[in-house]
């Protein structure tokens, strides 16, 4: 059971397949299957229509950043690292949304937490909520 008073991060991640690829949460729920995990790893999927889908409910923990999953939550763009005007628009959301139920939490990429040599989600996400005051 994920504690809300334990969520410190909210982590963006890129799904890492190719740009043009239209996925959905159940894709990625089924790909996640495929690795032996007990479906999909994140809370929320963002289409390339800009279309936000639900993936784990908040109160269960995620699989998507090492080591970090009991104090985060993880939203995730379909498409490796040209994401369309509506994803940026529907990931705003998404974060201001959940800022209200956890308004301590820091807002990172992947690649800025956690052990990893991933570069996911191939932008600079700090900078980036920055611009947008998150
Ligand atoms: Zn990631």
């Known amino acids: 059971m994920l504690k809300s008073k334990n969520i410190k991060f909210l982590v963006v991640h890129c799904s890492d ?5 239209i996925l959905n949460a159940r894709n990625i729920h089924e790909m996640h299957l495929g690795f032996g995990w007990d479906g999909i790893g994140y809370h929320k999927v963002i289409c ?33 690292d040209k994401f369309t005007q509506k994803q940026f ?28 040599k991933k570069t996911c989600p191939n932008f600079d996400v700090i900078s980036w909520c920055k611009n947008k005051n998150l």
């Open 17 to 21: 397949t190719e740009n043009n690829k």
């Open 48 to 80: 390339r229509s800009g279309k936000i889908e639900n993936g784990r409910p908040e109160y269960w923990i995620g699989a998507h950043v090492k080591s970090k999953n009991e104090i985060s939550l993880g939203v995730c763009l379909i498409g490796r």
């Open 89 to 116: 628009i529907s990931l705003e959301r998404v974060l201001k949304k959940w800022k209200l139920f956890y308004p301590k939490a820091k807002i990172i990429g992947h690649k800025d937490i956690g052990e990893t």
